[in-house]
């Protein structure tokens, strides 16, 4: 009776380390990557699961595909095809913005200089 117990107690155990090890943070991945894969929009680099670089160039929701440019080729993935994304557009167009403000603010400077 006792050795029974203890068997069931292992097994119990067992399974809640595999879920803990092994079944939690693949789930856990695979929302990461779905989320990656639903924030994607025009201007974003990527890389394919073949390895290819490329910048997104339009993005289909309804056919749950990205057309991607590869220096002047354009070619056609399904979302699951992209592997990561290295740059985001807004981190690029921030950026741009931030520069532009920075002139701006020079040249505003200059002309209340010469006045």
Do not use: W
Request: net charge negative.
């Amino acid at each position: 009776m006792n050795s029974s117990i203890s068997t069931i107690v292992m097994f119990v155990v067992l399974i809640g380390l595999m879920y803990f090890m092994m079944i939690r943070p693949q789930k856990k991945q695979q929302q990461q990557h779905q989320e990656m894969m639903n924030a994607l929009k025009p201007g974003d680099e990527i890389v394919t699961i073949g390895g290819l670089h490329g910048v997104v160039s339009e993005v289909n929701a309804d056919k749950n595909i990205v057309t991607i440019d590869c220096d002047g080729v354009y070619l056609d993935f399904t979302r699951s095809a992209i592997a990561r994304v290295l740059k985001k557009a807004a981190e690029t167009t921030t950026t741009a913005t931030t520069t532009e403000a920075k002139n701006d603010s020079v040249v505003a400077d200059e002309t209340k200089e010469d006045k």
